[in-house]
């Protein structure tokens, strides 16, 4: 909104006015005092109507005055808060915000309806004129206040919906802060990841994983580099923090590879030397079942008879998966060789799991064949010290402790009675025995949760 005012001038007809005077004073003084009534009232220009009709003038100037500085407050006030609006739906498309710009729109159309008014009315009037008269001048004056008191109430408008910005234009400002510096943050992790891969790639290592994963984020930099008014504010912070933990993922992973191979070559020689070792002691199986055969009933040796056989598959897959996982480290191609290298170290340790259960089974059946009294007061000490637990601080103990205390007894009674006989089953007697102290160890564990629950 724009108005023109321009300040009074002398005129042509004032300076004619003048000129007159100054002629007349050089005729007779008879003629002078015919002519100077007519140059003065008639002279073509101004009719002085005395002082009442300037102070009209000056009061009607005074209400144009005030009318422009309401003006200019206004339309500086509108200029200061369009760049807030902008501000705001730069950055946020919440409803919120969406509402604040269709409000300070409907605002735009009130300050372009009172401009209108003030720009008529200092139109209307030209206070400047010689002969304005004094009903004009006041006219001018009360068309002029009243524009001035619109402007005045869009103001006050327009100061109330400024204020009511304060959450709105705050976060949006901190968004505005984040901007660059998460710009420029991202480019510098795009930076040290580019330079983290080129020294790996100097050390003989190809990372091609890596590189292909840095290429992917070059659109993602072009988007950056295009910058938020073309992209969105929320948009480029956004795109700036997942290029920035994409990079320093990169960096990271690029600054370990020389040790993650290191790790590779070295898992590779350690596996190899474990199944190197396995297959010397599968070899000793078959001599342990032959001992068990012999001392001991079918149940004590049944479950192991496969462990030979199977021990010798799980060695050949284990050597077959080494070679995939050492031309996997060749290739450079580092989750395969890790990935093989994990299918190794299970089948080793599920070999090495069977081949050791042999030799613990017959140690174990040695034991309680030679003397089951030791198992039996182990068994009978666990049964005792939950049933003390149970009993503590109570006449009897709760049914859901008691009940399989009892059974865990009758259980183990059940496994002694067992023994009795010419080739007693020494085997199931002893997983009788570790499932009778489970039973135990679990009211114990029961018992003790409760009673710390409840104090």
Known sequence: MTATHARPQAGAGGRTAVRDVLGLMLLPLSLL???LPAAVAGGGTRRWFGGRGEGQRADAQAAKDAAAEAFYELDSAQRDLRISIETITAVDSSPAARKAADDFAALGRRIDEASHAYITAVDAHDLDRDDLEPAVASRARTELTG???????VKAELDRFAQGLGPLLGNAETQLARLA?????ARQALLGASNALDEVRASGLRADDLAARLAALAPELTKLNQGAGQHGVPETLQRADQVLRAAEALRAEAAQLPGRAAEIDHRLV??????????????SVEPVLSELRRRFTAACWQD????????????????EKLKEAARARDEQRWADATSRLSTVRALLNTTDEAVSAAGDRLRRLDD???DPQQEIQRTRFAIRDAQRLAMAGRNTPEPRHARPLDDA???????IAGLEGRHPDYWHFLTE?????????????????????GG
Do not use: H, M, W, Y
Request: net charge positive.
């Open 368 to 370: 309680v064949a030679k």
């Open 181 to 185: 510096p998460a710009v420029e943050r």
């Open 147 to 153: 524009a001035k008191d619109e402007l005045v109430r």
């Open 409 to 415: 007894v009758a259980r183990l009674e059940r496994a």
């Open 304 to 319: 192991l008879q496969r462990v030979p056989e199977q021990a010798a598959v799980n060695v050949r897959q284990a050597e």
């Open 33 to 35: 005092a015919a002519a």
């Open 433 to 453: 025995t570790e499932a009778v102290r489970r039973t135990a160890a679990r009211v114990v564990s029961e018992i003790r949760e409760e009673r710390g629950a």
């Open 270 to 283: 350690s596996l190899r030397t474990r199944a190197e070792a396995l297959t010397t002691r599968a070899g």
